[in-house]
């Protein structure tokens, strides 16, 4: 998968980015390149392969510091809302941004 100028014009035009001709020559080189190393990475016959958890796993025995999934904090939705400038029900008023 290759891009030309007209994908840099649109994905800039999309992300709302002004470049010049320079940056968007570089741009399209650069991106070129990131779909050629995808493509290289997608060619490699990963059949058998695990998944791993962490990158340094495929070279030594590693164990991940994951601590248990429980509970820790109490409910501190009252002290919480103290400091909110405007509430109602539990919940943070704020100003509408969206019309």
Same mark, same amino acid.
């Given at each position: ?12 035009? @999309? !992300?709302? +980015?002004?470049?010049?001709? *320079?940056?968007? /020559?570089? $741009? @399209? !080189?650069? +991106?070129?390149?990131?779909? *050629?190393?995808? /493509?290289? $990475?997608? !060619? ?56």
């Amino acid at each position: 998968m290759a891009l030309n100028e007209q994908d840099i014009a649109r994905i800039a035009n @999309l !992300a709302r +980015l002004e470049l010049s001709q *320079g940056e968007s /020559e570089r $741009m @399209l !080189a650069q +991106l070129n390149n990131f779909f *050629g190393i995808v /493509e290289k $990475m997608q !060619a490699v016959d990963t059949s058998g392969v695990s998944p791993l958890s962490h990158p340094v796993g495929a070279i030594q025995d590693i164990a991940l510091r994951l601590r248990d999934d429980a509970v820790s904090e109490t409910n501190n939705r009252d002290a919480n809302m103290h400091n909110a400038p405007a509430s109602e029900k539990g919940y943070f008023l704020v100003p509408r941004v969206i019309e």
